[in-house]
């Protein structure tokens, strides 16, 4: 009898236990979703304090940690700074013990100087995973996972590593005549130019695949008895731009006369398609072999 009052006794405390443990998960998980939203979102950046961060707090970080309240407040100082139009949404939150994870999402228009990188203009949407350390209803040590490439590239700072790719499919398709598969690498809104003194520059800017198709492809199979493109070695650049240098091979229909002349094509990408072109051309070539 004596052996079973024992573990109702013992069962009894593990339960208030168990029960005092969840009320305090659930309480700091609170306090923590309702501090970065206040510090993010609406910008009050003093609720880093020791109200609700221990005074040893550390950021897990490279190359080094973030340690200390004060050194807490000036990282995420640069989030504000950086960035307007700012939405900060925690999509997750659990906790045990003293650990909470949280797994959140930042979307921003980098319109100010952020860790000394400045303003690019760019829209940035990431999402990411946190995990926490809690020590007496305070806030002990983060440390953030994210895809930081994907987060330079967004900022226009690293482009992303397909878009060569992307181009050379494209000027593979021109070389068969697949101009369905070109303009389908192309944006709605593409910004197409051709060169100043071009005869096809009359129509600069071109908006759109329609208006590449009617005021330069269309016209290029048109006016010429073959038209093709040499030499072409592609150039990875930041900002999501590749250039292409290259040469033209072509025969003018109307006065049967050739040229080869030196290209250059600076492509700039989004998303995987063609947002804008611009071409640079030896355009007195092109004239002297549309004289008559």
């Given amino acids: 009898m004596k052996t079973k009052n024992i573990l109702i006794i013992i069962l009894a405390f593990v339960s208030i236990s168990t029960f005092a443990q969840k009320s305090n998960i659930d309480k700091d998980i609170k306090m923590y979703a309702q501090v970065w939203d206040d510090v993010i979102n609406k910008g009050q950046i003093d609720k880093i304090n020791s109200t609700h961060f221990d005074t040893n707090v550390t950021g897990i970080s490279s190359p080094e940690n973030i340690v200390g309240i004060e050194n807490f407040k000036a990282f995420y100082q640069n989030y504000l700074t950086g960035f307007s139009e700012v939405t900060f949404t925690i999509k997750n939150i659990f906790g045990q013990g003293d650990n909470i994870v949280k797994h959140w999402q930042f979307k921003g228009k980098h319109t100010g100087e ?122 990875e650049m930041s900002n999501n731009q590749v250039l292409a240098t290259l040469r033209y091979d072509a025969k003018f229909k109307e006065t049967g006369k050739t040229y080869n002349a030196q290209v250059a094509h600076l492509w700039t990408l989004k998303d995987g398609k063609v947002v804008a072109f611009q071409q640079f051309l030896d355009t007195k070539k092109v004239a002297d072999a549309e004289k008559k």
């Fill in 114 to 235: 952020f860790f000394g990188i400045p303003a690019t203009g760019k829209n940035v949407n990431i999402e990411g995973v946190t995990l926490v350390k809690m020590k007496n209803g305070k806030i002990l040590q983060e440390q953030d996972f994210m895809d930081n490439t994907l987060f330079m590239q967004q900022l226009g700072l690293v482009s992303d590593p397909n878009n060569v790719t992307t181009i050379d499919n494209l000027y593979k398709a021109f070389a068969v005549g697949d101009i369905p598969t070109v303009l389908g690498g192309m944006d709605a809104n593409i910004v197409w130019n051709e060169a100043e003194s071009n005869r096809y520059a009359d129509g600069n800017p071109y908006t759109g695949p329609d208006a590449v198709l009617n005021g330069v492809f269309a016209r290029i199979g048109a006016e010429y008895e073959y038209f093709k493109l040499e030499d072409i070695k592609l150039h």
